[in-house]
């Protein structure tokens, strides 16, 4: 699923926590000295194994949205990109989605808070805590890390459902423009060949299902993707005078219009 979200930002390649910058921060704010112990400390594994996950995500974030190999993307940066996709969601939405998209605007807004104030704490000042209090901090980040990544994997996904759609209405529309200009010339090429009322006959080159209306009730509202695909099947199958027209739009009409 992670492959399919970020696919657009290009191959991601693993992530190197004991490398990373963060590890480098923490390290010099500890003033540790790298050498050998002799007794492996016991560690918590499960809490271990999260807290590796959840700078991977972070990383692995950082690096899709890095377009320049030697440019290290800020948190600011990354703020800035969820808000800019916040930006890009739909404005009509029903009360429940509403008051769902305040609940996590309001609790986006805690986190941002969270971080203006973490970043504004000095290596000075982290020197001078306790081991204690630098953990502390350390959980704070990592949580702040965790639920910017998880807001940013969901606008990403938003915004690729956003660009199906978009793409979906392209295609109808483009459909529906090429069937009205068949018409028109439908219709043309009729008047000037004079068919009598009585002995109507299709002229040459048209379609026999050129002329096939989608039943529509338009107090549904605006078609949802699914019904967007079955009449863009519908339209691709009479712009190509395909025989299937006939058990599309039947399907169409018994499974959605008047579902039994």
């Keep these: 699923m992670w492959w399919t979200i970020t696919g657009n930002?290009?191959?991601?390649?693993?992530?190197?926590?004991?490398?990373?910058?963060?590890?480098?921060?923490?390290?010099?704010?500890?003033?540790?000295?790298?050498?050998?112990?002799?007794?492996?400390?016991?560690?918590?594994?499960?809490d271990d194994e999260e807290l590796a996950e959840a700078f991977d995500m972070h990383s692995?974030?950082?690096?899709?949205?890095?377009?320049?190999?030697?440019?290290?993307?800020?948190?600011?940066?990354?703020?800035?990109?969820?808000?800019?996709?916040?930006?890009?969601?739909?404005?009509?939405?029903?009360?429940?989605?509403?008051?769902?998209?305040?609940?996590?605007?309001?609790?986006?807004?805690?986190?941002?808070?969270?971080l203006k104030h973490l970043q504004t704490i000095t290596e000075t000042e982290m020197k001078s805590m306790s081991t204690v209090a630098l953990n502390e901090l350390l959980a704070q980040f990592e949580l702040t890390i965790k639920e910017l990544s998880e807001t940013l994997v969901t606008e990403l996904a938003l915004r690729d459902e956003l660009e199906y759609d978009k793409e979906l209405k392209n295609q109808f529309i483009s459909?529906?423009?090429i069937l009205q200009k068949k018409r028109r010339e439908n219709n043309v090429d009729k008047k000037k060949k004079k068919v009598k009322v009585n002995n109507v006959q299709q002229p040459e080159g048209a379609g026999t299902y050129l002329t096939t209306v989608i039943p529509y009730n338009p107090h549904l509202g605006p078609p949802a993707s699914e019904q967007l695909q079955i009449y863009i099947k519908i339209l691709q199958a009479i712009n190509d005078d395909s025989s299937q027209v006939p058990t599309l739009l039947t399907d169409y009409i018994l499974k959605v219009l008047c579902p039994t």
């Design 9 to 46: 930002f290009g191959n991601l390649l693993p992530i190197d926590w004991s490398k990373s910058y963060a590890r480098q921060l923490h390290t010099r704010a500890l003033n540790l000295s790298e050498k050998k112990e002799t007794d492996t400390p016991e560690l918590d594994l499960p």
């Design 60 to 114: 692995l974030i950082i690096s899709s949205l890095n377009t320049d190999e030697g440019h290290v993307v800020t948190a600011d940066e990354v703020i800035n990109e969820i808000e800019s996709m916040m930006q890009d969601s739909p404005t009509e939405e029903s009360p429940e989605e509403e008051e769902e998209i305040s609940e996590e605007m309001d609790s986006y807004m805690k986190v941002k808070e969270t």
């Design 175 to 177: 459909l529906l423009l």
